[in-house]
């Protein structure tokens, strides 16, 4: 259930502070892997790395791991892929051929440019995105990991405009998605005054831990559309329906069925 009305601002404010706490659940989970983390986010900064593509390999994609951690049982997998990171060769440290292309594999925006692309227009209401994800990055700085700092964090679901000049896939994309950033006329998406004498009952799920969307922006929207009833949850993460379908349309459909149609 998204916003109907909030700028990209609003949400990526939102979703940066929530993935800020799926990083301390993960760390907290697995301490050690924040020194791995750290390991490999040097080597990176101090060393060129090409992944099996012949694309360098960079801390900012490094981070862009983190965007498992919205869906559920990805903890322990990405903690393996950490501790088995590095090799030795003639008694240097080296980023294993396994890894890096466990790395190359989870960038989905490489054979999902349309989902690069079109990522932060799906908030745009007559205004333009202008790279809402990477200028709310700068006021979350704990994400901008140098050699030194203290802590690592991964981040989530966000796309920077850096990508289309590292992505192998995306750099014939750059002028294209410049030209979508700063596109300001596009049209309303919603019409809050139909959503407010909504007549056809809505059931929805809400999961109150979710990396992508923000759970208090969901029920905004919701508190605003009459005949509409949420599940709130924190069973599932952001792939509820993948994880457990069958249960979570059962309960939707159940929940729609005792919805009384009322006027307001």
């Not at 801390?59 to 559920?72: A, L, P, R, T, Y």
């Not at 750059?174 to 950033?181: P, Q, T």
């Not at 929207?221 to 709130?232: E, F, M, V």
Request: glycine share 4%.
């Amino acid at each position: 259930m998204p916003s109907i009305e909030r700028h990209p601002d609003d949400v990526y404010n939102a979703t940066f502070k929530r993935t800020k706490q799926k990083n301390q659940e993960f760390f907290n989970q697995f301490p050690h892997a924040q020194s791995l983390c750290k390991k490999i986010a040097n080597h990176l900064a101090t060393n060129e790395v090409t992944l099996p593509n012949g694309q360098a390999f960079t801390v900012e994609q490094f981070q862009q791991i983190g965007i498992n951690f919205g869906v559920s049982d990805t903890f322990l997998p990405t903690y393996y892929s950490l501790e088995n990171a590095f090799i030795e060769v003639d008694g240097k440290p080296t980023l294993r051929y396994e890894f890096l292309n466990e790395m190359l594999a989870q960038q989905a925006f490489q054979t999902n440019p349309i989902y690069a692309l079109l990522h932060e227009s799906i908030y745009c209401q007559g205004f333009a995105s202008s790279w809402s994800a990477d200028r709310v990055r700068q006021q979350h700085d704990e994400f901008n990991y140098q050699p030194g700092d203290d802590c690592f964090y991964f981040t989530g679901e966000m796309v920077f405009p850096w990508m289309f000049e590292q992505y192998q896939c995306l750099k014939p994309l750059k002028e294209a998605a410049n030209l979508l950033a700063e596109k300001a006329d596009w049209g309303a998406l919603y019409d809050a005054e139909v959503l407010a004498t909504n007549r056809v009952p809505v059931s929805c799920a809400v999961y109150a831990d979710d990396m992508f969307v923000e759970m208090d922006i969901s029920r905004e929207t919701l508190a605003n559309i009459p005949n509409s009833k949420a599940w709130i949850t924190n069973e599932y993460e952001h792939n509820g329906l993948r994880a457990d379908g069958e249960r979570i349309l059962d309960k939707l459909i159940e929940m729609g069925d005792h919805i009384h149609y009322c006027q307001h």
